[in-house]
């Protein structure tokens, strides 16, 4: 059984550019949900993605975006970067309410 | 609006001592309550997991409880060792979404 693996682990980009996070699921686990953890802070929903259709979305704006695909992996798309969104970027899969995280991606925007 | 609470804060304590952190909620429906440690950088691990009809749940020197009337959970830490030193979250879900609804954390540490 393997965990939840996220892509890639640091990063840095410049304000304005676009970036693409990865996470692989835990094997079997259909729904994956994306987080955003501000330093110091608890992570903050992002959305949610079952068997590959968005089924829940957070107070984020439209440049935050996702894709589920057909091995329940997912992707985390950010356009347009701010300097706040600096932050750890935290997926978890699941299955039946079950949640494993991954280490999460730290983004850096500068 | 479903909220997470918890306190302290933060909490500095020596190694071999107990503590407790606490959770209030005000997420209803109510589903469960799950307890994650969160190591500096990392993703958070699970600990324990209570539904509305648990009361106490134990993982090892982790205990938790549970009261559903007053919605409040506690996480008690007996003899605390230098690797628990870590950010410990309180975490809600509701019956309607099971989306969870995280705490902001207490920040632990633990000296020799």
């Known amino acids: 059984e393997t965990g939840v693996t996220q892509s890639p682990t640091h990063l840095i980009k410049t304000r304005g550019q676009q970036v693409t996070l990865r996470c692989s699921s835990q094997s079997g686990h259909n729904t994956v949900s994306w987080y955003q953890q501000a330093l110091g802070q608890g992570p903050q929903f992002i959305f949610q993605y079952y068997r590959e259709e968005e089924n829940g979305r957070g107070n984020f704006p439209p440049r935050f975006s996702g894709l589920q695909f057909p091995n329940y992996s997912s992707e985390l798309n950010v356009n347009a970067l701010e300097l706040d969104d600096s932050a750890l970027y935290l997926c978890?899969?699941?299955?039946?309410?079950?949640?494993?995280f991954g280490s999460g991606t730290r983004l850096t925007v500068v | 609006k479903n909220q997470v609470e918890q306190s302290p804060q933060s909490l500095i304590i020596l190694e071999g001592k107990n503590c407790t952190l606490q959770?209030?909620?005000?997420?209803?429906?109510?589903?469960?309550l799950r307890w994650y440690k969160q190591d500096t950088g990392r993703g958070p691990v699970s600990l324990t997991i209570m539904t509305f009809s648990e009361n106490t749940k134990s993982n090892g020197r982790y205990t938790a409880t549970l009261d559903a009337d007053t919605k409040q959970s506690s996480l008690h830490i007996t003899a605390s060792q230098l690797s628990d030193s870590a950010s410990y979250i309180c975490?809600?879900?509701?019956?309607?979404?099971?989306?969870?609804?995280f705490g902001t954390g207490t920040r632990l540490q633990v000296f020799p």
């Open positions: 978890a899969s699941s299955l039946v309410g079950g949640y494993t």
């Open positions: 959770c209030n909620y005000t997420v209803s429906p109510f589903s469960n």
């Open positions: 975490v809600v879900s509701a019956v309607s979404t099971d989306k969870l609804i």
